[in-house]
């Protein structure tokens, strides 16, 4: 089943330890993106990457990383997670950046306390 | 900046009716659209796409109009049904992809 698939589903941390969310895909797609979504602020895109070894920032970067270094997994790393951070995250596969449809893994639910 | 927006935050409507969520956008060189379903605790599902080359575009009880003149697009919702109860969003994707608010549809039994 073509899928992405994030783990984990429910996280609840403290300030500053740094965290890794796992994101991966089963559908050889190139083009891999993390979003945030949060109540009235809709999805908002962090990082994206266009192929192995090729990220660059989205819309709200600050205070996250990524790496992208095979094809199928595209981790988020927050190297000291904030309250700010709390949010609902996905992430997403496509073929390409545009005018192609994008593929949502399940969300990641994010508690930074 | 570019934007993309729902007409609505929320749609109520009876089961059996029709549905119509409304979308406008701002950038009148987007040509790439799609329409996505988020049902609580899952991510975004893709539903139907359309591009600027097309006024219409029609899928299983599903309709995307684009009207390029006064860069609006709609989602109908044919027979609406409680399944159908979810927030929907309208992206523009010529470029990366752009998301609207949302809307949400409340289907009443």
């Known amino acids: 089943e073509a899928q992405v698939t994030q783990n984990p589903r429910y996280l609840i941390t403290v300030t500053g330890k740094k965290l890794t969310v796992t994101c991966s895909q089963n559908?050889?797609?190139?083009?891999m993106s993390w979003y945030r979504q949060d109540p009235g602020l809709g999805l908002r895109q962090i990082y994206y990457?266009?192929?192995?070894?090729?990220?660059d920032k989205g819309d709200v970067p600050e205070g996250y990383k990524v790496s992208r270094k095979e094809k199928r997994n595209f981790p988020l790393i927050l190297e000291s997670p904030s309250p700010n951070q709390t949010s609902l995250y996905f992430c997403?596969?496509?073929?390409?950046?545009?005018?192609?449809?994008?593929?949502f893994g399940q969300g990641t639910r994010l508690t930074v306390v | 900046g570019e934007s993309v927006g729902l007409h609505l935050p929320t749609l109520s409507v009876q089961e059996g009716d029709n549905s119509i969520i409304n979308c406008a956008y701002s950038?009148?060189?987007?040509?790439?659209f799609i329409w996505y379903k988020q049902e609580s605790g899952k991510g975004p599902q893709f539903i139907i796409d359309i591009r600027s080359n097309m006024d219409k575009r029609q899928g299983q009880r599903v309709t995307v109009l684009l009207n390029k003149t006064v860069k609006h697009l709609s989602l109908q919702i044919a027979a609406t049904q409680p399944g159908d109860s979810a927030v929907y969003f309208c992206?523009?994707?010529?470029?990366?992809?752009?998301f609207g608010q949302g809307t949400t549809l409340q289907v009443k039994p």
């Open positions: 990457s266009m192929n192995v070894e090729v990220t």
């Open positions: 950038n009148s060189a987007s040509d790439y």
């Open positions: 559908m050889n797609h190139e083009y």
């Open positions: 997403a596969s496509s073929f390409g950046q545009a005018n192609t449809e994008a593929f």
């Open positions: 992206a523009e994707g010529t470029g990366k992809l752009i």
